[in-house]
């Protein structure tokens, strides 16, 4: 990415290492980095994310996005000294993939200087991710792992969060899968998903509010930030990661990007204008606790417990 130009940074004159397809804007390697970090800053302060005496939790899965998060944070958090931050993993039980994924979770933590610790689906629910699709897939076959993964994961790193005491759950969603997010529940005509709303109101006394510091941060750039900084992830893909839709989407919304910068960040703030008209109905639909495990839901049972009562109902 080297060009002849200098950086655009006022008073800077080394040379450009890379050049925002956004707006032409050249930056060498520190004002890249510097910018990267301001604009997460923006957004934390921009949204209220945190407040100066917030324990935070990051969920750290090992991957790119999640491993940026924690280290962008752990810079920032440095002008809080109040704040604490604890990385946490949930393991969900997928062989070959996850046991890579955790050791590189805990190596970032360590060099972060990050308490870490670890949650498994096992542990919490008596069921690993593989068990359970084995399961289900007797039963229907037709389940999607990344829907029972997603359902139990949420719920574990809400118990972790409230175990550990977090103000605040911290995760590494990116401006690329939000608004790959929108526009698949958009196709899918999943309204319930659509107007799931991220905020920082605490909406039950139970239910940690989550936030997504990298919500404007492009992947591309996530990649850029992890390389210059030598940070190591977990660069494998799950081995149930399906979703054809999404691979769809996601090359869809790469080509209007190419072709129209400025395309995701597009997406993203029409749609925030939607969420708050939206919010309102929303947050009157009140959360209650499951009947069977007693954390927060929106319905009588959660999620969580109408998949494990199946599985393990049927007595496969
Ligand atoms: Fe879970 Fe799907 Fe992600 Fe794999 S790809 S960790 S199954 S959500
Ligand atoms: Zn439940």
């Known amino acids: 990415m080297l060009t002849k130009q200098k950086c655009s940074t006022a008073k800077c004159n080394m040379q450009t290492f890379y050049v925002s397809s956004l707006n032409g804007r050249c930056f060498c390697v520190d004002c890249f980095k510097a910018f990267f970090i301001k604009r997460i ?3 934390i302060t921009s949204k209220k994310m945190f407040s100066p005496n917030d324990r935070i939790m990051v969920a750290v899965s090992g991957g790119a996005d999640s491993v940026c998060l924690l280290h962008s944070l752990k810079i920032i958090e440095k002008r809080f000294p109040k704040v604490e931050l604890i990385a946490v993993t949930i393991d969900e039980g997928i062989a070959g993939y996850r046991e890579g994924a955790l050791e590189l979770a805990k190596l970032n933590a360590e060099r972060s200087g ?7 689906l096992k542990e919490l629910y008596g069921v690993s991710l593989d068990e359970l699709i084995s399961k289900t897939e007797k039963v229907n076959g037709a389940l999607k792992a990344c829907s029972l993964c997603g359902v139990l994961r949420r ?11 977090a103000d605040r759950v911290a995760t590494g969603h990116n401006l690329d899968d939000e608004t790959q997010t929108i526009l698949l529940n958009l196709l899918r005509g999943d309204i319930n998903h659509l107007t799931r709303f991220n905020s920082t109101i ?3 006394k139970q239910l940690i509010p989550r ?8 992947e591309p750039e996530i990649s850029l930030y992890l390389y210059i900084n030598d940070i190591p992830y977990h660069n494998v893909h799950c081995p149930y990661a399906e979703s ?3 691979t769809d989407v996601r090359n869809f919304l790469y080509q209007q990007e190419n072709k129209h910068p400025g395309t995701l960040y597009g997406i993203q703030n029409a749609f925030k204008r939607i969420q708050e008209s939206l ?11 499951c009947q069977i495990c007693s954390e927060p839901s929106v319905n009588e049972i959660c999620k969580a417990c109408m998949i494990l009562e199946t599985v393990i109902d049927d007595k496969v």
């Open 211 to 218: 936030v997504k510091p990298l919500e404007r941060v492009p």
């Open 114 to 120: 990050v308490e870490f610790a670890v949650y498994s």
């Open 41 to 43: 800053s923006q957004t």
């Open 202 to 204: 605490r909406k039950h």
């Open 279 to 289: 919010q309102k109905n929303i947050e009157s639909k009140g959360i209650r606790l």
């Open 244 to 246: 054809a839709m999404r």
């Open 155 to 165: 719920k574990a790193i809400n118990t972790a969060a409230r175990e550990l005491g």
